[in-house]
């Protein structure tokens, strides 16, 4: 028996849930808005919108799952890996309330958080599976053999898929954040307009960097013919982007699937609220047989209810962790 409060403060949204006998009573999120005006998250901004918001999101978090400071078993927080500065708030607000309560403190890795996301609800996945973890920094297929024994077998080896959606964004001039209006515009065209090379990495993993550049050198020499043609042309060229990047995605999971044999098949983290992916996700599935497992888009963003997830499992372990520990920004999965 246990009811966790779960902070989650890596990057842009501060975010707090509590779950209890392992299941999520409340999460509550508070996006900042403030980088938008700068095309990209600003690291300081992000720290100083956390000091704002985590007060009054812990304060609604404990209020909509009727819960009292004096109830609480653990603390748990996202110790990395994300921005320093946002960290440390998280962190700090956590040590000081496990500390002032007399109650044991969890650290969580939030990019284990985002695979546990999918015991939040049913179905769930049966272990093992594998977990395809997709955002703005992290691109891995996870071997998931217990909720503590994680192994990556495949990753990037330099950009993430949620960067090469961004930049796309950003080259098309789309406002940040960019990856949801990429979506959106490729919903409306033609997938096939366009050809992107795919990439080729040994084994499992991958590699973004070449079509971020392939896409660049493509709007460069088509705007000198007509610099009209992203206007013109901006649903066919989302598509035609998108279909390539999840292309390169599915490809590698099949067949981290077909080696491992294992047909229970999940997707997580920012860029899993992908529709195109979501769906070419589903119709894989259909054809390889796969048991496939999508989390709700309000927990495939970041979000504390992931963390509180994470925690319960640690707690059912006693796994928690001391006082002296810090943030780590690159903190290993």
């Given at each position: ?93 956590a040590k000081a309330f496990a500390l002032g309560l007399n109650i044991p403190l ?6 284990q958080a985002h695979v546990l996301a999918h015991f939040i609800e049913a179905p ?210």
């Amino acid at each position: 028996m246990s009811t966790i409060l779960a902070i989650e403060s890596s990057c842009d949204e501060t975010s707090a849930a509590v779950i209890s006998n392992g299941k999520i009573c409340s999460n509550i999120v508070a996006t900042q808005v403030i980088h938008q005006k700068y095309g990209g998250v600003v690291p300081e901004l992000a720290s100083r919108a956390h000091q704002q918001h985590i007060v009054p999101v812990v304060e609604k978090a404990l209020l909509d799952a009727k819960v009292s400071k004096k109830d609480l078993n653990a603390i748990a927080f996202t110790r990395g890996p994300g921005l320093l500065g946002a960290l440390l708030v998280g962190a700090s607000f956590a040590k000081a309330f496990a500390l002032g309560l007399n109650i044991p403190l969890i650290e969580v890795n939030h990019m284990q958080a985002h695979v546990l996301a999918h015991f939040i609800e049913a179905p769930t996945p049966s272990f093992p599976f594998l977990c395809l973890t997709v955002s703005g920094g992290h691109t891995q297929i996870v071997l998931v053999r217990s909720p503590l024994d994680m192994e990556i077998i495949g990753e990037t080896q330099d950009d993430a898929v949620g960067e090469a959606f961004d930049k796309t964004a950003k080259l098309l001039n789309l406002p940040y954040p960019g990856g949801p209006l990429v979506d959106k515009h490729a919903q409306q065209g033609n997938p096939l307009a366009y050809t992107f090379p795919l990439s080729e990495m040994p084994g499992l993993n991958y590699s973004f960097s070449g079509i971020k550049t392939s896409i660049l050198y493509f709007l460069q020499g088509k705007t000198k013919t007509n610099p009209q043609f992203v206007e013109e042309n901006i649903a066919d060229i989302c598509a035609s982007v998108q279909h390539t990047l999840i292309k390169m995605l599915l490809q590698k999971l099949r067949k981290a699937a077909r080696q491992t044999g294992i047909s229970d098949i999940a997707i997580a983290g920012g860029v899993s609220a992908n529709s195109g992916l979501r769906k070419s996700l589903l119709e894989l599935g259909e054809k390889e047989r796969w048991n496939v497992f999508i989390p709700r888009f309000e927990y495939c963003t970041d979000n504390a209810a992931m963390i509180a997830m994470a925690s319960h499992f640690k707690f059912e372990q006693a796994a928690f962790c001391e006082q002296t520990v810090s943030p780590l920004p690159r903190m290993a999965f």
